[in-house]
C-alpha cells in the first residue's frame, strides 16, 4: 500500500505540473488584463509601467518559474477585480460548489443504484422500458437546457420553488451552508436536479449493464444450484460485484461535475466556483483563471487516488501495486 501510495504522489506531481503548464500558457491568449484595471484616460507609457509592476512583460519562463515558486507556498496569484489572493477567492465559493455537486451526488446515487438493479432483474418489464427510455433522452439533453426547463415548469409556471441564487445559510460548527435552512434548501433542489440530469441516465446504464453481466456469471449460477434465495444473490453477491466499475466511473464524474458546474451556476445565478470561472474569464483576471484550472485538475486527481484506495476495501482481491502475486 505504501509503495502505491508513493508512485501515486509522483503521477499525481507529474499531472499536476502539466495542468499547471497548460493553465498558465493560455493567459497570453485571454487578453489584456489591463483592460479591466485601468481606464481608458491612462495613457499608454503608464500602461506599460503598469504592465511591467505586474511582471506581465516577462518572458513566459520567468513568469512561470516566478508562478512555480510561489504556488508551491501556496501563493497563487492575486485576483485583479477583488483584490485578495486568488487562492482564498475560490476557496470562499468552494462550500457553495460542494453543496450543488453533494445534492447532485445524492440524487444520482439514490435513484441509479435501485433503478439499476430492477432494470437489470426484470429486464423485459414496462418500468425497465420507460426508465431505459429516460436514460437514452436524458443523455441527449444539455445541462443548461434542462435548466431552463425546469426553472420555467417549477419556478415560473407553478411558483414552487425560487428560479436563482443560493438563499438563507446558517452556520453550523464552523460551515456556512444551505442545507441548514428552509430556504437554503429549496434553492438547492432545482441546480442540483439539473446537475444530476447529466451523469444520471449514464449511472442508471452502467448499475444495469454490470448487473446484468454479473448475474450471468459463473459464480451466480452456483449460488443458484445451491438454493441461495434470490434477495441474498441479487443484493448480497451480484450487487458488490456490480459496484467496482461504478466507483471507477463515479470517482472520475465527481470531478466532471465540478467542471460541470459552470453551466448550471450561471443559469441559476448561483455563486459557487462555476460563476465565478465564468466571471473571472470576462475580466480576464488570470491569476483566478489560473488558479480556478488547477483547482479543478487537483480535484480529478485526488478523487482518482481516493476511488483506487477504496478498491482494496471493496474487493480485496485488487493488486494496488500491480505487481504479480
Known amino acids: 500500500m505504501f509503495s502505491f501510495l508513493v508512485k501515486r504522489l509522483y503521477q499525481a506531481l507529474i499531472v499536476m505540473f502539466v495542468i499547471s503548464l ?11 488584463p489591463l483592460r479591466e484595471l485601468v481606464g481608458q484616460s491612462v495613457s499608454e507609457s503608464e500602461r506599460q509601467a503598469l504592465r511591467d509592476d505586474l511582471g ?4 513566459f519562463f520567468t513568469k512561470y518559474t516566478r508562478f512555480v515558486g510561489n ?46 438493479v430492477y432494470s437489470a432483474i426484470h429486464p423485459k418489464s414496462v418500468f425497465t422500458k420507460l426508465v431505459m427510455a ?44 444551505g442545507y441548514f435552512t428552509r430556504d437554503g434548501l429549496a434553492h438547492l433542489v432545482l441546480p442540483s436536479v ?12 452502467l448499475v444495469r449493464s454490470e448487473m446484468l453481466e454479473v448475474l450471468s456469471s459463473e459464480y451466480i449460477k452456483f449460488g443458484r444450484a445451491k438454493g441461495l434465495s434470490s434477495k441474498k444473490i441479487y443484493y448480497q453477491h ?14 472520475v464524474q465527481i470531478g466532471t461535475m465540478v467542471a460541470y458546474t459552470i453551466l448550471t451556476e450561471t443559469v441559476f445565478q448561483w455563486p459557487g ?9 470576462n475580466r480576464v483576471d488570470t491569476p483566478l483563471i489560473t488558479a480556478y484550472v488547477i483547482f479543478v485538475g487537483l480535484v480529478f486527481v485526488v478523487t ?8 482494496g476495501l471493496i474487493n480485496p482481491t485488487v493488486n494496488l501495486t500491480g505487481k504479480g502475486a
Open 22 to 32: 497548460v493553465a498558465f500558457a493560455i493567459q497570453d491568449n485571454l487578453g489584456d
Open 56 to 59: 506581465l512583460n516577462d518572458p
Open 71 to 116: 504556488a508551491i507556498q501556496g501563493d497563487f496569484g492575486t485576483s485583479y477585480f477583488y483584490k485578495k489572493p486568488a487562492a482564498e477567492v475560490i476557496l470562499d465559493k468552494l462550500v457553495a460548489t460542494l453543496e450543488l455537486v453533494f445534492g447532485a451526488s445524492l440524487i444520482i446515487v439514490l435513484m441509479s443504484i435501485p433503478l439499476g
Open 134 to 177: 429516460f436514460s437514452s433522452i436524458g443523455i441527449s439533453i444539455p445541462v443548461f437546457l434542462t435548466a431552463i426547463m425546469l426553472m420555467y415548469v417549477f419556478s415560473i409556471e407553478l411558483g414552487w420553488l425560487p428560479s436563482y441564487g443560493r438563499g438563507d445559510t446558517m452556520n453550523l460548527l464552523g460551515w456556512e451552508s
Open 194 to 205: 439539473s446537475l444530476a440530469s447529466i451523469m444520471l441516465p449514464l449511472f442508471i446504464r
Open 238 to 251: 451480484a450487487l458488490k460485484n456490480t459496484m467496482l466499475p461504478v466507483l471507477t466511473v463515479g470517482g
Open 273 to 281: 466556483t462555476g460563476f465565478l470561472f465564468l466571471e473571472a474569464i
Open 304 to 311: 482518482n487516488t481516493i476511488v483506487d484506495l477504496m478498491y
